[in-house]
């Protein structure tokens, strides 16, 4: 068991730059959420998949966002067009049943 | 929708004395977890704990559900305890996404 891991860990990219990040969850693990955490904040959820299917959305999550799980292992957030307000803390998380395990976090921030 | 409050907000200890934590929550809930997020931004589970009492080393945590609020106990406190607890909660029928407290943030000092 390697844990839920996140890559990259730090972004940084000008206004108006698309962005993608990866989490690759815990082998076996059927679920897979994203969540964003602004500072001072307690993480928001973003969206979830039960193994490749996206099954749930945020209102949080704008046309300018979008999740993919090709074949129900990693997946990828991709920010298209970014602003300002989207810098925060982009957290992945996994589970089978029960518990979720979060991976490290990308941190993105918009200049 | 559903509200998650954490409370005390801060918390500065000195290093060996205890302290309480708690989450207060306004609906009924499938699941609890506590974290602590590291100074890096790492959530580490201390707890799942829907319900009763569990206890790790140091940690131990409460749920009651049927009043809706859950305790998390820290005794001996180090300073590597240090950061940010958070309680999350799951509704019942959901499909699992995790509600967050607003966090108490806890300085243990040596």
């Known amino acids: 068991d390697t844990g839920v891991s996140q890559d990259p860990r730090h972004k940084i990219t000008k206004r108006g730059q698309n962005v993608t990040f990866r989490c690759d969850p815990i082998s076996e693990h059927n679920r897979l959420y994203w969540y964003r955490q602004t500072l001072g904040q307690g993480p928001e959820f973003l969206t979830y998949?039960?193994?490749?299917?996206?099954?749930?959305k945020s209102r949080l999550l704008s046309d300018r966002f979008s999740a993919e799980r090709p074949k129900g292992s990693f997946s990828t957030l991709e920010i298209q067009r970014t602003e300002q307000g989207d810098s925060a803390m982009y957290l992945c998380a996994s589970s089978i049943s029960g518990s979720q395990y979060f991976g490290p976090g990308t941190r993105l921030t918009v200049t | 929708g559903i509200q998650v409050e954490q409370s005390p907000p801060d918390l500065i200890l000195q290093e060996g004395a205890n302290s309480t934590l708690r989450c207060n929550f306004s609906d009924s809930v499938n699941n609890l977890q506590w974290f602590h997020q590291n100074p890096w931004g790492q959530l580490i589970n201390l707890f799942y704990?829907?319900?009763g009492t569990k206890q790790n080393g140091r940690l131990s945590a409460t749920t009651v559900a049927t009043e809706r609020y859950s305790l998390l106990y820290i005794s001996s406190s180090q300073t590597t305890d240090s950061g940010v607890y958070f309680c999350?909660?799951?509704?019942?029928?959901?499909?699992?996404?995790?509600?967050f407290g607003q966090g108490t943030t806890l300085q243990v000092k040596p």
């Open positions: 998949f039960q193994n490749e299917a996206q099954l749930e």
């Open positions: 704990i829907p319900s």
């Open positions: 999350a909660v799951v509704l019942s029928g959901n499909t699992g996404k995790l509600i």
